[in-house]
């Protein structure tokens, strides 16, 4: 199975950009896709197709793709920012999406 | 407004079947998107189940294929889960999602509308 690997967790001061990356072998071949999840809700895909945003997600956050990573950016991180954020690709060999491990923003 | 709404039983005994429903509400199950099923045991991340579309085609996880049966009820407008042999690793917030799936160089698919979750604990 493809595996996607992200840090488990990344602290970035208020105002400040976050990176949250994914890594997987020439990742920059296929779509990421990126969900936000806040405790006790259900994930909101919040980037799509490596750079797409959903109607609804602020300009802020953006994604970028190439080689081996994926990059998932906040600008100007607010509180409500915090959350785990998850990458998500399409495995081509096993024909079903996989998910990366999680990766949990906190705003110090 | 495309809502999907888990339900069914939150506690399944080892050894039983999990079954679990998704009503979608704004959109026809039978308009040409994918509808699956990802979980997440507690405090861990999301593993992908299954997805299934309006003409019967399925994806399924490899790890659970021999568990799972997928379906959908295009006259209730809803799909459906089920999972065989449980057992406490199944333990887990199980949601219905939709599935959009391109086509082109390269596939593109992600869940764009999920339900809230359903707690399913597996225990005696």
């Known amino acids: 199975s493809y595996v996607l690997t992200q840090p488990p967790s990344v602290s970035v001061a208020p105002g400040q950009t976050a990176r949250i990356t994914c890594g997987g072998n020439n990742i920059g071949t296929k779509s990421v896709h990126w969900y936000q999840q806040k405790p006790g809700q259900a994930p909101l895909l919040v980037v799509y197709d490596d750079s797409g945003r959903p109607s609804g997600i602020p300009e802020r956050v953006s994604g970028s793709n190439s080689g081996n990573t994926a990059t998932l950016t906040i600008s100007g991180v607010e509180a409500g920012d915090e959350a785990d954020y998850y990458c998500?690709?399409?495995?081509?060999?096993?024909?079903?999406?996989?998910f990366g491990g999680g990766t949990k923003l906190t705003a110090l | 407004q495309v809502q999907l709404q888990e339900s069914g039983p939150g506690l399944v005994k080892p050894s039983e079947t999990l079954s679990l429903s998704c009503t979608v509400s704004?959109?026809?199950?039978?308009?040409?998107?994918?509808w699956g099923w990802i979980r997440q045991p507690p405090g861990k991340g999301l593993e992908y189940i299954a997805s299934i579309y309006e003409s019967g085609t399925t994806y399924c996880n490899p790890s659970l294929k021999s568990r799972v049966t997928i379906s959908l009820d295009t006259s209730k407008n809803r799909f459906s889960l089920k999972l065989t042999s449980v057992t406490a690793a199944d333990t887990a917030v199980y949601y219905c999602?939709?599935?959009?799936?391109?086509?082109?160089?390269?596939?593109?698919?992600?869940?764009?509308?999920w339900g809230q979750g359903t707690l399913v604990t597996v225990s005696s």
């Open positions: 998500q690709v399409w495995d081509s060999n096993n024909d079903h999406p996989v």
């Open positions: 704004g959109y026809s199950i039978s308009s040409g998107y994918y």
């Open positions: 999602a939709r599935h959009y799936a391109k086509y082109g160089s390269g596939r593109s698919d992600y869940f764009d509308y």
